[in-house]
């Protein structure tokens, strides 16, 4: 007489079955680049446990970023940057591509919620202090985002090839001009020769889709490695001992060193 | 090695431990938090980009009006006709305005490059101006003060950038330059009307009127160089030819009749000492 195993045992032995043929690819790639394991590090990582949403606005703005490629993607493959066709492109976007509108408003508008993110994530880490030791590498390269990102919105403004963009970025060019010794040289490069025309729009294209964002990508790695490599900063306000800083009094001198509670900011 | 960075590796080390004992895994409990507020970025840019698209219309000519967060695009780009009021997306706002701040031309490069050169640097050198472990914010009254009028002046530069008015159309004040400045009947007089409407003081000033500290020479007293007709409609044609390295874009595209008119009104405007009884 046949018994058939109760259904959690049969499940088991299933899953017996099935693992190594999951694990097999998952091992093959471990094996020769160690990528899993990587994941497994980043994934479970500790992290303080009072972090709060605060943290979270570090990776509100890598994901605005992320709506900034892809839709800049999508938008690169209708855009036509010449002064003839670029803002016929632009309004063919906006009117007849299917979603269009819905994608270049994204872009238009994700930049607005880059740049606010960009600086309420460094108003975050000024007020928590993140940027002492041994984070000072990663403020710098945070700083250096800020410009570039501040760029990639100058440069992006002029691509509608409307009045606006146009006249905008006139006057911002002139501004240029006015630096000391450089200004002049960098006025004629980003103009591309002695007015707004042709090469300016593809320089700026070129500045806006390649040049920009190659650097703010390769910092923003540099960035998420720091954070990884140095860990999450706890409140300032943190009970553990993350958190709790003693004051610059030699370390024997128990007087000195403050109760754990008297720290502790009302959140 | 100095005390302060023993003790910055002290605490790091006490930070390490910490948090290996008593953190959490960052998958799935921070991760949660960073997922949900990544969807809300997301869902605001969503949000932003169809109220932007369906508040404004698109006119039959194609053009677009202008919805709860302005229009979809402009006309298309002219460097002809230059009667547009030049703005920079609203977060350049803060810089924009902070050159109204500065007078040409002494100074003016205080605005473009010197504050916010020194603003970078400053920010870059953070770290290693304050040196001192302490975080907690009552603490730090220097960095919240810090930050408190950073956020404020910022804002308020914003917002007047946001309200300044900009000089684009003065045809209302023809009649008074005339009278003021004694411009003769005429080719200067109707050269002054096109002055007037073909964005010349979106740079430049005159008599009060336009933008300063965009590095535009001011015209009121233009006429005193003595440079003849023939030197301004040539410059108007091509600024950079006459002069090297000048900004202003050609206007040629105005038509020579135009362009001679312009040229007479610039060359009888020579202020009010030249204007006789109309000083007063």
Known sequence: MAITPPPARRRKRRMDKVM????????WLEERSGLVGGLKYFLFRKVPSDINWFHTLGSATLTAFIVQAVTGVILAMYYKPHPDTAYESIRYITNEATLGWLVRGMHRWGASVFIILIFLHMARVFLFGAYKYPRELNWIVGVMLLPLAMLEGFTGYLLPWDQTAYWATVVGINLNGTGPVVGPFLAQFLRGGDEIGTDTLTRFYAMHMLLLPGAIMGLIGLHLYLVIRLGVS?????????????????????????PRARGRVAK | MSRRLQEGRAQHQRYKEDVEKRGKSFYPYAMFHDTVMSLVVVAVIVALACIWY???????????????????????????????IPRPDWYFYFLF????????????????????????????????????????LVRRPVAVVAVILTALSMGVLTYKGAVAEEGSEATGLVPEWIE???????????GAEIFSVSGCLNCHQYAGEGVPNLGAPELTEEGNKNRGVQWQIDHLECPSCVTPGSPMPPYEDLGQDNLRKLAAFLEASKGEAAGGEAAG
């Not at chain 2, 039959?60 to 006709?81: C, N």
């Not at chain 2, 003021?180 to 009947?185: A, L, N």
């Open chain 2, 54 to 84: 369906l508040t404004a219309e698109v006119n039959e000519d194609g053009s677009s009006g202008s919805g709860a967060l302005g229009v979809l695009y402009e006309d298309k780009a002219d460097p002809g006709t230059t009667s547009f």
């Open chain 1, 20 to 27: 190594p043929l999951v694990m097999m690819p998952v091992n």
């Open chain 2, 180 to 190: 003021r400045f004694s411009i003769p009947p005429g080719d200067a007089s109707e």
């Open chain 1, 234 to 258: 706890s409140p300032p306000w943190s009970k553990d001992a993350a958190g709790s800083e003693r004051e610059e009094r030699p370390s024997g001198d128990p007087g000195l060193v403050r």
């Open chain 2, 97 to 136: 305005y902070l050159l109204r701040i500065f007078k040409w031309p002494d100074s003016v490069i205080l605005g473009t490059v010197g504050i916010p050169t020194i603003a970078l640097i400053l920010l870059l050198a953070l770290p290693f101006i304050d040196l001192r472990r302490e975080r907690r």
